[in-house]
């Protein structure tokens, strides 16, 4: 009985972030905090490090879910246990790499994507909040057009199609005043 | 030049939703036109931007979100800590416990050497002679009885340790450390009699053990100080105090100022 009321929360909690609930995103990061900073504490992770890996991780969960790729076959915890230990995996390799003759070069990379990031989330800012929420649902979360018409509150896909065109196009246009096209092609 | 159903090729192939198949004919034309490759990349960065800049957004919201106390790794700590304080706490207990039974002990000891059982325990007794026994096998058989005031229970005992013993034990501490001798004072057994059953005197400056000695072992520690020479009786695990002013049978009673007792052990385990 308990356990059927746990797989029915579980389901519940997924079908919510499913379809973008920020909500449910901030309870299952409270329910399984201890459990997944702890997996990178015990393999000599900094309290930081294991915020940050479970932070990405949890997104990683989101976007999945958002776009509609993930058909859960395990446990929500599981999974995201799982992708903690790859994004950990990673991040030791990475610390090793840059403790040898690698130290330079990704650090330049980073430098210009982060300025670029920087940059291009400026203009975004420039944007009215619908504009920031339907491009971000749509390349970030990957929402169909229906689902961002549902929580936009948009009367049809038709509705949500057209504005995404001109907030998208308007985000293009600012950019290219920040840029000349040059920038982003060195 | 790009048309517009490029673009919206691009569009779909950078928010992934397109086919494989689609997918990779998107890529053929990228390759084929320097133009549309230009335009895909330009629209690239703009799209991994707004993500990057959506991922930095829910980081945020999980950032400020409040974790509850329980989840948290200092909760964790604290539990450790508190599993800890636990596990000291019941050490401690357990220390205490076995150090006042180890006192028990010794002044059941004691009690017992004093309290040899009677040979033909009377029916009510036999559950507490038994024990005892078990205890004083290593006594003679033909032990006399029992005599009265031998039966103190540890506390009579103990309050029987008048504050001038107490503040001598704790003296002698220091005593420990002072030249050591083997000691050629003689010592005589003499068994028990009716009066005397575990006691001790010195006469002529040797010293009398009144009791059942003979079949155990004992030992004389003896300490010289520039005023005075101090006695110790080791026997079983106790040790007893001797003056050698005494030169009238006194009741052997265990050293029980821990202090002493733990420089006498270090000094006999030397």
Same mark, same amino acid.
């Given at each position: 009985?308990?356990?059927?009321?746990?797989?029915? +929360? @579980?389901?519940?909690?997924?079908?919510?972030?499913?379809?973008?609930?920020?909500?449910?995103?901030?309870?299952?990061? +409270?329910?399984?905090? &201890?459990?997944?900073? %702890?997996?990178?504490?015990?393999? /000599?992770?900094?309290? *930081?490090?294991?915020?940050?890996?479970?932070?990405?991780?949890?997104?990683?969960?989101?976007?999945?879910?958002?776009?509609?790729?993930?058909?859960?076959?395990? %446990?929500?915890?599981?999974?995201?246990?799982?992708?903690?230990?790859?994004?950990?995996?990673? @991040?030791?390799?990475?610390?090793?790499?840059?403790?040898?003759?690698?130290?330079?070069?990704?650090?330049?990379?980073?430098? *210009?994507?982060? @300025?670029?990031?920087?940059?291009?989330?400026?203009?975004?800012?420039?944007?009215?909040?619908?504009?920031?929420?339907?491009?971000?649902?749509?390349?970030?979360?990957?929402?169909?057009?229906?689902?961002?018409?549902? +929580?936009?509150?948009?009367?049809?896909?038709?509705?949500?199609?057209?504005?995404?065109?001109?907030?998208?196009?308007?985000?293009?246009?600012?950019?290219?005043?920040?840029?000349?096209?040059?920038?982003?092609?060195? | 030049?790009?048309?517009?159903?490029?673009?919206?090729?691009?569009?779909?192939?950078?928010?992934?939703?397109?086919?494989?198949?689609?997918?990779?004919?998107?890529?053929? %034309?990228?390759?084929?036109?320097?133009?549309?490759?230009?335009?895909?990349?330009?629209?690239?960065?703009?799209?991994?931007?707004?993500? /990057?800049?959506?991922?930095?957004?829910?980081?945020?919201?999980?950032?400020?979100?409040?974790?509850?106390?329980?989840?948290?790794?200092?909760?964790?700590?604290?539990?450790?800590?508190?599993?800890?304080?636990?596990?000291?706490?019941?050490?401690?207990?357990?220390?205490?416990?076995?150090?006042?039974?180890?006192?028990?002990?010794?002044?059941?000891?004691?009690?017992?050497?004093?309290?040899?059982?009677?040979?033909?325990?009377?029916? *009510?007794?036999?559950?507490?002679?038994?024990?005892?026994?078990?205890?004083?096998?290593?006594?003679?058989?033909?032990?006399?009885?029992?005599?009265?005031?031998?039966?103190?229970?540890?506390?009579?005992?103990?309050?029987?340790?008048?504050?001038?013993?107490?503040?001598?034990?704790?003296?002698?501490?220091?005593?420990?450390?002072?030249?050591?001798?083997?000691?050629?004072?003689?010592?005589?057994? &003499?068994?028990?009699?009716?009066?005397?059953?575990?006691?001790?005197?010195?006469?002529?400056?040797?010293?009398?053990?009144?009791?059942?000695?003979?079949?155990?072992?004992?030992?004389?520690?003896?300490?010289?100080?520039?005023?005075?020479?101090?006695?110790?009786?080791?026997?079983?695990?106790?040790?007893?105090?001797?003056?050698?002013?005494?030169?009238?049978?006194?009741?052997?009673?265990?050293?029980?100022?821990?202090?002493?007792?733990?420089?006498?052990?270090?000094?006999?385990?030397?």
């Amino acid at each position: 009985m308990v356990y059927r009321t746990s797989l029915k +929360k @579980e389901q519940e909690i997924f079908e919510r972030i499913c379809k973008g609930d920020e909500k449910a995103l901030e309870q299952l990061y +409270k329910k399984y905090y &201890r459990m997944m900073t %702890k997996m990178v504490i015990t393999n /000599s992770g900094t309290e *930081d490090e294991a915020r940050d890996i479970y932070q990405d991780a949890l997104i990683v969960f989101w976007q999945k879910s958002t776009s509609g790729k993930l058909f859960l076959t395990s %446990k929500i915890s599981t999974y995201i246990y799982s992708i903690c230990q790859n994004l950990w995996r990673k @991040e030791l390799d990475r610390k090793k790499r840059l403790s040898h003759e690698e130290k330079d070069i990704p650090v330049i990379i980073n430098t *210009d994507i982060k @300025e670029r990031n920087r940059i291009i989330g400026e203009c975004l800012d420039k944007l009215d909040e619908t504009c920031r929420k339907i491009l971000m649902y749509y390349y970030f979360e990957e929402m169909s057009m229906q689902e961002i018409a549902d +929580k936009l509150g948009f009367a049809n896909t038709d509705t949500t199609k057209t504005k995404k065109y001109k907030c998208k196009k308007k985000l293009d246009e600012l950019v290219k005043t920040l840029y000349s096209e040059r920038d982003f092609l060195d | 030049m790009a048309t517009e159903r490029d673009f919206e090729l691009l569009d779909d192939y950078l928010s992934n939703r397109l086919s494989k198949e689609e997918s990779a004919e998107v890529e053929g %034309k990228i390759e084929a036109d320097p133009e549309l490759k230009q335009e895909f990349q330009f629209q690239q960065s703009v799209v991994e931007s707004v993500r /990057s800049k959506r991922a930095a957004e829910l980081k945020m919201l999980l950032n400020n979100t409040p974790i509850p106390f329980s989840q948290t790794i200092q909760a964790e700590l604290l539990s450790k800590v508190a599993a800890s304080v636990v596990v000291a706490g019941l050490a401690v207990m357990a220390y205490y416990f076995y150090q006042s039974n180890d006192t028990a002990e010794q002044v059941q000891e004691y009690q017992n050497e004093q309290v040899m059982p009677s040979p033909e325990p009377s029916p *009510d007794q036999n559950s507490t002679v038994q024990s005892e026994e078990n205890i004083v096998k290593d006594s003679p058989s033909d032990s006399p009885t029992t005599k009265t005031i031998e039966k103190s229970s540890p506390s009579s005992t103990t309050n029987e340790r008048s504050e001038a013993t107490k503040n001598r034990e704790r003296e002698l501490v220091k005593v420990i450390s002072s030249t050591f001798v083997t000691s050629n004072t003689e010592v005589i057994t &003499r068994g028990e009699s009716e009066d005397y059953t575990y006691h001790y005197a010195f006469e002529d400056k040797k010293l009398v053990l009144f009791g059942s000695f003979e079949k155990n072992q004992y030992q004389i520690l003896e300490f010289i100080t520039k005023d005075e020479h101090v006695f110790f009786l080791n026997y079983k695990s106790n040790y007893y105090l001797l003056d050698d002013q005494i030169n009238a049978p006194a009741a052997l009673l265990p050293i029980q100022d821990t202090q002493l007792l733990k420089k006498l052990r270090e000094f006999r385990t030397k």
